[in-house]
């Protein structure tokens, strides 16, 4: 098993080599985080999401992804108003 540090350089580089618009650049993001701080992975998404690059990025991702918007939507009702998420006027926003 490689050591946290090994990991992380891991998960950075490859996010690095990964072209902007995919996706797996958010899930090596998280796995990085979670890496780092020790947290579990909502909280992870709220540290990524202080981020303002990434914030914008996960918006447009969840209003223009049908995969994402139905993650989102499904984080919503499993967190109520503990939801990282919220909508307004048929627009999802990172509260």
């Known amino acids: 098993m490689q050591d946290a540090a090994s990991l992380m350089a891991f998960y950075r580089n490859r996010r690095?080599?990964?072209d902007p618009s995919d996706g797996s650049r958010w899930h090596l993001l998280i796995k990085e985080i979670r890496l780092r701080e020790a947290c579990?992975?909502?909280e992870a998404y709220?540290?990524?999401l202080t981020d303002p690059i990434w914030r914008r990025w996960f918006e447009r991702?969840?209003?223009s992804d049908p995969t994402c918007r139905?993650?989102?939507l499904r984080h919503m009702r499993d967190n109520g108003d503990r939801s990282l998420i919220a909508q307004r006027d048929g627009r999802l926003?990172?509260?």
Do not use: T
């Open 70 to 72: 139905k993650a989102a």
């Open 16 to 18: 690095a080599e990964l």
């Open 40 to 42: 579990g992975i909502e």
């Open 61 to 63: 991702q969840i209003n």
């Open 93 to 95: 926003f990172v509260r």
């Open 46 to 48: 709220a540290i990524a």
